[in-house]
């Protein structure tokens, strides 16, 4: 019995390691900085539309220094859920922080795909497609600078983001505000 239980604790942990990013509370955070100054990614930015502080999930390693460093618990992991609100490991979704953005977007994937054929096409609320992104061979992370095919940079509003597998669609909304 007692096994059993240490045993699901111990894989309750893994999932979550593998299934969890940091991410900073906006409402505990005061934008002291300190986070960002310990960081030795620069996964640490300071959104200026926003006025927050960001944490980059593309840049950030999970070293988990910067929840040591600040002073209001305002960083912790959050597990990656699925649409159910739990974190059950899932074979294919995909994630997009920070949302809303102002000023980029990183799409997280979760898949284990790791081909060099993955794309993820981003849409507008007309059904324009806007933005063709892919994800270089063994990444699983792509960003968005909030640009259109043509380089302009896109209004404000929400846009649907879409991937696709051979066996499985996914489409979310992300919101882009200026
Ligand atoms: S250290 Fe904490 S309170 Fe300060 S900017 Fe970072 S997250 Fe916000
Ligand atoms: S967990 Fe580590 S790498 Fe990630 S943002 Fe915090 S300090 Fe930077």
Known sequence: MKK????IV????IVF??????QINPIRCNNCGR???V??????YYDTNLHKYQ????LCEDCGDCADECPRNAISQVPVSNELGDITPVTLDVYVFPNPTATKAVFKLISEDKSNS???VIYNIKGQKVKTLNFNEGTDAVGWDLTDHSGNKVPSGNYLYKYSSSDREISKLLTVIK
């Open 4 to 7: 059993s239980i240490i045993f």
């Open 10 to 13: 111990i894989l309750t942990s």
């Open 17 to 22: 390691a593998l299934f969890a990013v940091y």
């Open 35 to 37: 986070c960002s100054n």
């Open 39 to 44: 960081c030795d990614e620069d996964a640490i």
């Open 55 to 58: 944490i980059d999930p593309e």
């Open 118 to 120: 993955r794309e993820l």
